[in-house]
């Protein structure tokens, strides 16, 4: 079975903190995921990474960056954390390839910023 | 852009009915459609995977339906039990820009009453 963990499942951190939180997969994907979960708005895509150090920006990176130094792990960074980034992120992976394959998803992340 | 809509928000059934959720799309050039579940506070469990070349996928009292002309899928449950109460979430999966692109539908959250 796939897994994939994520470091916290609740974080409380103050405006102006910089904030990481890490994902950690165990099937040896190539790609993944980060994405953030907001009512009404669904699942939205911040980043995503295919390979070690190479990273892409998703639909709402503003405010974030990432980190793929190994392929079992992919960090994402709030660098000066706001009110509006209080959240629950999500870390997923997946098989590499054209063809999509199977999204496999951590727990969660469920982050305020005060 | 691809938009994805699940129909209804919210679903209350008694236990033992066979029930339909729905996800449509809008543009039809998929490569795979997934359906997940999440409980409350929790990340997402992969549910089914229906390559664009497949019709339907079934798992134990699940069965899910992909009709891409249509920009149409359905997830029926058969038997519903109280444990089946969770939001249902489709996703669907295109190229975009050459990489994988995976947009989610805001869920359909399902009350199965004893």
């Known amino acids: 079975d796939v897994k994939v963990t994520q470091s916290s499942r609740y974080l409380v951190k103050r405006t102006g903190e910089k904030v990481f939180l890490e994902c950690v997969q165990d099937m040896d994907h190539e790609n993944m995921f980060w994405y953030r979960q907001d009512p009404g708005l669904g699942l939205r895509l911040i980043y995503f990474?295919?390979?070690?150090?190479?990273?892409e920006k998703g639909d709402i990176p503003e405010g974030y960056s990432v980190s793929r130094e190994k392929k079992e792990r992919f960090s994402l960074i709030l660098e000066s954390a706001s009110t509006n980034q209080t959240s629950m992120y999500l870390c997923?992976?997946?098989?590499?390839?054209?063809?999509?394959?199977?999204?496999?998803f951590g727990p969660g992340t469920r982050l305020t910023v005060l | 852009k691809q938009e994805v809509t699940q129909i209804p928000a919210a679903l209350s059934v008694p236990e033992g009915e066979n029930l339909v959720l729905n996800c449509s799309f809008t543009d039809s050039a998929i490569y795979n459609l997934q359906w997940f579940r999440q409980d409350p506070g929790k990340g997402l469990t992969s549910l089914l995977l229906?390559?664009?070349?497949?019709r339907e996928q079934t798992s134990g009292r699940l069965n899910a339906s992909l009709d891409k002309s249509s920009g149409r899928s359905t997830l029926y449950i058969a038997a519903s039990q109280p444990g089946d109460s969770a939001t249902y979430l489709c996703a669907v999966a295109t190229l975009s820009g050459g990489y994988q692109k995976v947009t989610f539908g805001t869920g359909t959250k399902l009350q199965v009453i004893p």
């Open positions: 229906i390559q664009s070349s497949q």
């Open positions: 997923a992976s997946s098989l590499s390839g054209v063809s999509y394959n199977e999204q496999f």
């Open positions: 990474s295919y390979d070690v150090k190479m990273k």
